[in-house]
């Protein structure tokens, strides 16, 4: 038993301690067809596991990721037209984060350190140069998460100097189409610095019109006429009620502001029937003898005529 304990002991003693394996499967695999050199082992081996990393990557951004996010886009309710641009924004990430896994995982941290210090040097030139367009872009991403405005919708801005409806919107600039046809591309940063306003957001929108009747004519009747008229108007709603305030005592004439409410607004109902509606009070007025008077001015004074020896004297109206 003594000998037997010493011989395995003697064994033991000349075993030679287990190396870890520096050559991966790849590697390994490599040797097994024949590669033998190490440098263009390691090279081909390095590059074989650069594309697995890639290909799972992307194929887990591709089935997994923007599917998800598909469906965070749809329960928030952005339009397919607005998801694209995101969709397109995440695909670049995907891309780029791919390409930084698959570096790692091929041995390529140095090269990919330089790489990053290169794309960074890089950003900063690119972005002291094209800082319109990013305010842009970071515009549009707030359009996109506001939702101000729809593609659709009636937009105005700029005081009211410029409105027309959306047609497009990108990351860059909103396509608006004026209601004389014309095509405005607005960058995304004018729509974000200024005021929007979007008279078709909601259900219902109000609108007012002041009409001008003579200081001898009925208010009470006028104002029954204005009313009437709304009320028969099939467009106009009956909830709010319409209604009349006197607004303006001006130089020939007392303003009776008109405020109605009509329901599901869009740019031509808006226009179709306030000029229905206008066109009804007037004929109105003119069947009840209510006079909508104009501005008259009478000039007082003498008229000299150069080279005459006469002057002459006559009222100007």
């Not at 698959?102 to 941290?109: Q, R």
């Not at 204005?226 to 009349?244: K, L, M, N, Q």
């Not at 502001?257 to 109902?269: G, L, M, T, V």
């Amino acid at each position: 038993m003594t000998g037997a304990i010493g011989s395995i002991s003697a064994s033991l003693l000349h075993v030679r301690p287990l190396q870890a394996d520096p050559a991966g499967p790849v590697e390994r695999a490599l040797e097994l067809v024949g590669l033998e050199d190490p440098a263009l082992t390691s090279s081909i081996a390095g590059a074989i596991r650069f594309v697995l990393a890639f290909v799972v990557v992307w194929a887990v951004g591709r089935f997994v990721v923007l599917p998800l996010l598909r469906r965070a886009l749809d329960r928030r309710g952005l339009d397919e037209h607005a998801r694209n641009p995101l969709l397109m924004v995440t695909r670049f990430g995907l891309f780029f984060l791919a390409i930084a896994v698959a570096f790692g995982f091929g041995g390529f941290g140095n090269f990919l350190v330089s790489m990053a210090g290169i794309a960074a040097a890089g950003a900063l030139a690119i972005g002291l140069a094209m800082q319109n367009v990013i305010s842009n872009f970071v515009a549009g991403i707030f359009i996109y998460t506001d939702k101000p405005f729809r593609i659709g919708d009636w937009i105005e801005w700029d005081n009211g100097d410029y409105a027309g409806v959306v047609e497009d919107i990108s990351l860059r600039v909103t396509r608006v189409r004026t209601f004389d046809n014309e095509l405005l591309t607005v960058p995304n940063s004018v729509l974000t610095d200024d005021v929007i306003k979007n008279p078709v957001e909601g259900d219902k929108l109000r609108l007012k019109f002041v009409f001008g009747i003579g200081y001898d004519d009925d208010i009470e009747r006028a104002t029954e006429i204005i009313v009437d008229e709304a009320e028969r108007h099939p467009d106009i709603a009956d909830d709010p009620a319409p209604s009349v305030r006197l607004t303006e005592l001006n130089d020939s004439d007392v303003g009776l502001q008109s405020r109605f409410w009509i329901e599901d607004p869009s740019r031509s109902d808006f226009v179709r029937i306030k000029g229905e509606y206008i066109t009804a009070v007037k004929r109105r007025f003119d069947e009840e003898g209510i006079d909508i008077p104009y501005p008259v001015r009478t000039l007082d004074g003498d008229l000299s005529l150069n080279g005459a020896d006469q002057s002459v004297v006559q009222p100007a109206e």
